[in-house]
């Protein structure tokens, strides 16, 4: 950089040393695995023209506790009520998000409250280290 003289002066930038309390930074990382969430990939084939939604009283509940994990986002597929048509012969793939699981949980069951039909319902999914999982929804009990 040139200053008001005409002569180059050299600007030297201090970074200080940030010093985190090691008993604040274990609780953080605690806070932050406890909120961490579970994603499951979903997919569901049919030989028929169908409708598919999913509704957000969609639930991961712990086997044991009966503690439900809610659902927080889903991708490529349309929150009811509205339906969205699926084409015959085909497989409709779509992610759904939920809140973490309790540390203690080992099995759960994937359940979708519907108040005028019948949802997707699976149980007995046990659980990962990466809390990332694959169902097929065809398995699943209408």
Request: charge should be negative.
């Amino acid at each position: 950089m040139t200053n008001n003289t005409g002569t180059e002066e050299q600007t030297t930038t201090v970074i200080p040393a940030i010093k985190i309390d090691e008993k604040l930074k274990a609780e953080l990382l605690t806070q932050f695995e406890e909120q961490g969430m579970v994603i499951v990939h979903c997919s569901l084939s049919t030989p028929i023209e169908m409708g598919i939604r999913i509704w957000s009283s969609t639930f991961l509940v712990d086997r044991v506790s009966g503690s439900k994990s809610r659902l927080l986002h889903a991708l490529n597929i349309v929150f009811a009520p509205p339906w969205e048509i699926i084409g015959a012969g085909t497989t409709k793939r779509f992610t759904l998000i939920f809140s973490a699981l309790p540390k203690s949980c080992e099995v759960f069951d994937f359940i979708e409250e519907v108040p005028d039909s019948v949802g997707f319902e699976m149980y007995g999914i046990k659980r990962n280290a990466s809390d990332v999982y694959n169902v097929n929804l065809n398995e699943s009990v209408l």
